[in-house]
């Protein structure tokens, strides 16, 4: 019960695109929001989107709105963050998290489960 994965990570130029994937193990999954944190070196783990269980709900970190797109398949438990445009700054483990409520959160203390995380580095 909530274990997720992501996949999808890896070194890119900048301007390239990349798509992060998670796969969550979970029972009623439109109950639970989604969310992708990221954490560079020595800084803070952050907030870079989330949705709503029903996806019918969407946010954004002001930096990566206009280039970053979250989405998720309610059909096989499927969360996605495709990721547009990328610069060097977006360098960071990207983390999948779910949350037990549907509404959904920006703060990494309103998420219960995490994954391990996913590598994305973009090269100048």
């Known amino acids: 019960q909530g274990q997720l994965v992501e996949s999808g990570g890896g070194l890119v130029q900048a301007g390239d695109s990349l798509r992060l994937s998670c796969a969550p193990s979970m029972r009623k999954f439109t109950s639970y929001a989604m969310a992708w944190f990221r954490q560079a070196p020595g800084k803070e783990r952050e907030f870079v989107a989330a949705i709503s269980g029903n996806g019918g709900s969407t946010d954004y970190e002001d930096s990566v709105k206009g280039r970053f797109t979250i989405s998720r398949n309610n059909a096989n438990n499927r969360v996605y963050l495709q990721m547009n445009r990328l610069k060097p700054e977006d360098t960071a483990v990207y983390y999948c998290?779910?949350?037990?409520?549907?509404?959904?959160?920006?703060?990494?203390?309103?998420?219960?489960?995490w994954g391990q995380g996913t590598q994305v580095t973009v090269s100048s």
């Open positions: 998290a779910s949350r037990v409520w549907s509404d959904i959160g920006t703060m990494k203390d309103q998420y219960d489960y």
